[in-house]
């Protein structure tokens, strides 16, 4: 077992002129820092310095080791931080659109709930207008959805496209309005498909509307029509709309969080996670 008193010393020695120098850094004798590095390179099989009675010098194993030691007790130091403090309590009211809850978010609250494990967490799914509509009336701490086209607030957390999806394999009368699957209104990701039907000069029928991307898929994947979604969620069972001219492409939809203007201590955590595990998967962190 690697001590962390002897990787302390171990580190202090690395960078001073003798064992003596260290003993006086540490207020330690210099026969403990003696002690200390024997016992280390007894665990590790290895010789870390080379040392005589003039000088003191890391050996390529010592090099090594000093790269481990810094961050094992980085680690340490981390773990003492995190335990240190009194467990916070209390409850975040959190909203978000049902888009995020199959994709990135199940380990964003993962991550809050290590930890703050004794913090209760209120979940609110919606479509993204009545989240915001919840947030402004005081109702909920923090919500993530879709920017609505002319919004301005929020953190920018990624991008996704929007794709058209159908039953896998069926094919569709090209002569015959397009049959819709959409979420009902108002949705962002509806507006934005009837806006490029429109400006495209595509016949459309709406012959279903929906509360939930669930229940679109499953109207599609039972051949009412044809539905639209971000990319990144599930699509199984369902493929790229056959027998038709191709659709036009569909913009990206753009996801932030949106705080409450007084936020809580915890609500602020949720946030940090939420921008560091998302912004950095944009990025491929």
Same mark, same amino acid.
């Given at each position: 077992?690697? /001590? &962390?008193?002897?990787?302390?010393?171990?580190?202090?020695?690395?960078?001073?002129?003798?064992?003596?120098?260290?003993?006086?850094?540490?207020?330690?004798?210099?026969?403990?820092? @003696?002690?200390?590095?024997?016992?280390?390179?007894?665990?590790?099989?290895?010789?870390?310095?080379?040392?005589?009675?003039?000088?003191?010098?890391?050996?390529?194993?010592?090099?090594?080791?000093?790269?481990?030691?810094?961050?094992?007790?980085?680690?340490?130091?981390?773990?003492?931080?995190?335990?240190a403090g009194p467990r916070l309590k209390g409850r975040v009211r959190f909203g978000t659109s049902d888009d995020m809850?199959?994709?990135?978010?199940?380990?964003?609250?993962?991550?809050?709930?290590?930890?703050?494990?004794?913090?209760?967490?209120?979940?609110?799914?919606?479509?993204?207008?009545?989240?915001?509509?919840?947030?402004?009336?005081?109702?909920?701490?923090?919500?993530?959805?879709?920017?609505?086209?002319?919004?301005?607030?929020?953190?920018?957390?990624?991008?996704?496209?929007?794709?058209?999806?159908?039953?896998?394999?069926?094919?569709?009368?090209?002569? @015959?309005?397009?049959?819709?699957?959409?979420?009902?209104?108002? @949705?962002?990701?509806?507006?934005?498909?009837?806006?490029?039907?429109?400006?495209?000069?595509?016949?459309?029928?709406?012959?279903?509307?929906?509360?939930?991307?669930?229940?679109?898929?499953?109207?599609?994947?039972?051949?009412?029509?044809?539905?639209?979604?971000?990319? /990144?969620?599930?699509?199984?069972?369902?493929?790229? &709309?056959?027998?038709?001219?191709?659709?036009?492409?569909?913009?990206?939809?753009?996801?932030?969080?949106?705080?409450?203007?007084?936020?809580? &201590?915890?609500?602020?955590?949720?946030?940090?996670?939420?921008?560091?595990?998302?912004?950095?998967?944009?990025?491929?962190?």
């Amino acid at each position: 077992m690697l /001590h &962390p008193q002897w990787l302390r010393t171990f580190v202090v020695a690395a960078g001073a002129a003798s064992f003596s120098a260290t003993a006086r850094r540490l207020n330690l004798t210099q026969s403990t820092v @003696s002690d200390h590095i024997r016992q280390l390179e007894a665990a590790v099989g290895r010789r870390l310095f080379v040392r005589d009675t003039h000088s003191l010098a890391l050996t390529p194993d010592g090099e090594t080791m000093l790269t481990h030691a810094r961050l094992i007790l980085e680690a340490i130091t981390t773990a003492e931080a995190q335990f240190a403090g009194p467990r916070l309590k209390g409850r975040v009211r959190f909203g978000t659109s049902d888009d995020m809850v199959v994709g990135p978010l199940p380990d964003v609250l993962a991550a809050f709930r290590r930890r703050h494990p004794d913090v209760e967490l209120n979940i609110t799914i919606g479509f993204t207008s009545a989240l915001y509509a919840e947030l402004d009336a005081g109702k909920l701490d923090l919500i993530t959805g879709k920017r609505r086209p002319g919004e301005t607030r929020g953190h920018n957390l990624h991008r996704e496209p929007l794709v058209w999806l159908a039953q896998a394999g069926a094919r569709f009368d090209p002569a @015959s309005p397009l049959p819709l699957i959409l979420l009902e209104e108002p @949705s962002v990701s509806r507006s934005f498909a009837l806006d490029a039907l429109a400006a495209a000069g595509r016949r459309f029928q709406i012959v279903c509307s929906a509360g939930s991307y669930a229940a679109c898929a499953a109207a599609a994947r039972g051949g009412l029509g044809i539905m639209v979604q971000p990319a /990144h969620m599930p699509a199984a069972g369902l493929g790229t &709309p056959r027998g038709i001219d191709p659709l036009p492409v569909l913009p990206e939809v753009e996801y932030v969080a949106v705080a409450a203007p007084k936020l809580s &201590p915890l609500a602020r955590t949720l946030l940090d996670i939420l921008l560091e595990s998302l912004t950095a998967r944009t990025t491929g962190g």
